[in-house]
């Protein structure tokens, strides 16, 4: 095991209601419990296999509120999770927009799209292949997630995990 700690921040960005906190709440302390909105940055640490070897990481997830004059809070973001209601119906073409806008701010951050709330699949009005053209880059990742059902929460941060771990050390 290799000591050195990973520290990434990570923002959880998505319209109004659809579901940023309980995923940041089922992700940092595996709870349902959303008290109000989480504001400043929620802490977890983690351990990430990959290659062979287990890294302890930390995630600094932040939520951030709807997509305008959202460019301040992103830029020194490492990863940018968006967070997409499958229950209600979204301007994709502008979610695209977004997406090719990040990808190239600030860090770079890597992209990872999570379609919430699919414990109500059944009434979805997005299903998954309706957010496919919102992986623009071989390294933008798709989850069908829901804050109810942890292991789907659970199998994305493990990926996330090593998505930026593999980033880490390219880029050293
Ligand atoms: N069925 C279901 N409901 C969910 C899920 N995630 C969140 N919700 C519900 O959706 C509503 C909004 O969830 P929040 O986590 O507060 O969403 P948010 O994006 O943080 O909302 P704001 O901070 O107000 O913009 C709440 O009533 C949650 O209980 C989910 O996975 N499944
Ligand atoms: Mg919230």
């Given at each position: 095991m290799i000591s050195t700690?990973?520290?990434w921040k990570v923002s959880v960005i998505?319209?109004?209601?659809?579901?940023?906190?309980?995923?940041i709440s089922r992700m940092a302390y595996d709870s349902d419990s959303v008290s109000g909105?989480?504001?400043g940055l929620v802490r977890k640490k983690m351990n990430v296999v990959y290659n062979g070897e287990t890294r302890n990481v930390e995630f600094l997830f932040q939520e951030i509120d709807g997509f305008t004059g959202a460019d301040n809070l992103?830029?020194?973001s490492n990863g940018v999770i968006i967070v997409v209601d499958i229950t209600n119906p979204v301007?994709?073409?502008s979610l695209v927009k977004f997406?090719?806008?990040?990808?190239?701010?600030g860090k770079n951050p890597l992209i990872?799209?999570?379609g919430s709330k699919a414990d109500r699949r059944y009434e979805a009005k997005i299903w998954e292949e309706d957010l496919e053209p919102l992986r623009k880059t071989p390294t933008t990742k798709l989850y069908m997630v829901s804050s109810r059902q942890p292991d789907t929460v659970k199998n994305m941060l493990n990926d996330i995990g090593v998505s930026l771990l593999k980033r880490t050390l390219?880029?050293?």
């Open positions: 700690r990973l520290t998505g319209e109004p209601g659809s579901g940023k906190s309980s995923l909105s989480l504001r992103l830029s020194s301007d994709l073409k997406v090719d806008f990040i990808s190239n701010f990872f799209i999570a390219e880029r050293k």
